[in-house]
């Protein structure tokens, strides 16, 4: 029966990814990547010659019906993303959901996120957790630090490297500079690292060391 996969993909180490993910995007009809020329070496390596096209953000408003007409006409298509699980801050969401309503049967492996290992390894309470992505970048972000410094649970964000002495340093102006906050960088590469401490220790540590690569950002709850 033809359906939707949403097909998790290493987000550094090509071992992460499943034997299962392997033979879906073998299978499938047809490959929706965020970016086939970096997805192209992936299924390169794992001798996967399935049919690429791009999907992304600027793009999927425009694509998705016609995503959702091949796939009721018997089409069975799998989605990634650059790496880790589609729609979790990649694109991914709006053509589940057209899916969903459309009555198309969706199917999300399990596999490779960046948030898990980043929430595991900070040694913060992990039985409740709020993920929030990535910060506003200008609009409603004073709002929206100043409404996570009273959240009780752990959070966790995606940020970029060049931001991230910005987005510590109002971690310690608006939640504390005491505020235990962990940073996990370039997970399941080469040279990953976590780094664990106070706002003030972690800001201290990183304007010595310049940061590189994909970073998740965990911050403890307010006591």
Do not use: W
Not at 140 to 159: C, H, S, V
Not at 160 to 165: A, D, V
């Amino acid at each position: 029966m033809a359906k939707l996969y949403l097909v998790p993909t290493p987000i550094g180490n090509l071992e992460d990814i499943t034997f299962r993910a392997i033979r879906i995007l073998k299978e499938a009809d047809l490959i929706l990547a965020e970016d086939t020329r970096n997805s192209g070496k992936l299924l390169k390596h794992f001798e996967i010659n399935t049919p690429m096209q791009s999907h992304h953000m600027h793009n999927e408003h425009k694509t998705v019906e016609n995503v959702v007409r091949q796939i009721q006409n018997g089409k069975t298509i799998a989605l990634i993303s650059d790496a880790g699980t589609p729609a979790i801050s990649d694109p991914g969401f709006l053509l589940t959901r057209a899916c969903v309503e459309a009555g198309i049967e969706v199917d999300c492996l399990p596999g490779a996120t960046a948030f898990v290992p980043a929430l595991v390894n900070s040694g913060l309470p992990n039985d409740k957790f709020v993920f929030e992505g990535f910060l506003p970048v200008k609009k409603g972000r004073q709002t929206r630090l100043e409404i996570l410094a009273q959240e009780t649970r752990t959070m966790i964000l995606y940020e970029s490297p060049h931001k991230l002495l910005k987005t510590l340093g109002q971690i310690k102006e608006y939640f504390g500079e005491d505020r235990e906050v962990s940073v996990s960088r370039e997970i399941s590469k080469l040279h990953e690292e976590t780094v664990r401490g106070t706002a003030v220790e972690v800001l201290e540590y990183y304007e010595k060391k310049p940061p590189k690569g994909e970073i998740v950002l965990v911050i403890a709850g307010k006591k």
